[in-house]
């Protein structure tokens, strides 16, 4: 059974650093698009992050544009988990982080549509304090 789960959210200060992974188990998604977006209350949920496999080891990654210079995204084959590093967090950043995994393809803007991703993690709570 295909299932994502989400770690590494937690409180952090302003200007502070957080690490989210994410372990698929029970079926590799290294061939597949895997995506991190966020909701905040009483908005919809947004792109953060993706990175898509391109031949052999070879991957490409996608950032929205609020995270461009403080965040990065990673994949570890070995351990099957995506990873999404976040630095200089700011208050705004406060969201449910949620991973997710795509079997389509597309441009960089078809992975930054939730509606193409198949599957979905519960969600990492994320807090920023000013």
């Known amino acids: 059974q295909v299932q994502l789960v989400e770690s590494g959210g937690g409180l952090v200060q302003a200007g502070g650093s957080l690490r989210l992974s994410c372990a698929d188990s029970?079926?590799?998604?290294?061939?597949?698009?895997m995506g991190w977006f966020r909701q905040a209350p009483g908005k919809e949920r947004e792109f953060v992050a993706a990175?898509?496999?391109?031949?052999?080891?070879?991957?490409?990654?996608y950032l929205a544009d609020s995270m461009k210079g403080r965040c990065t995204i990673s994949r570890d084959n070995a351990q099957n988990t995506v990873n999404l590093q976040m630095n200089s967090l700011k208050p705004e950043d406060t969201a449910v982080y949620y991973c997710?995994?795509?079997?389509?393809?597309?441009?960089?803007?078809?992975?930054?549509?939730?509606?193409?991703?198949?599957?979905w993690g519960q969600g990492t709570q994320v807090t920023v304090s000013s």
């Open positions: 990175i898509r496999w391109n031949t052999g080891s070879i991957y490409t990654g």
């Open positions: 029970g079926r590799t998604f290294r061939y597949y698009t």
């Open positions: 997710a995994g795509a079997t389509g393809t597309g441009g960089s803007n078809y992975y930054r549509m939730p509606s193409n991703y198949d599957y």
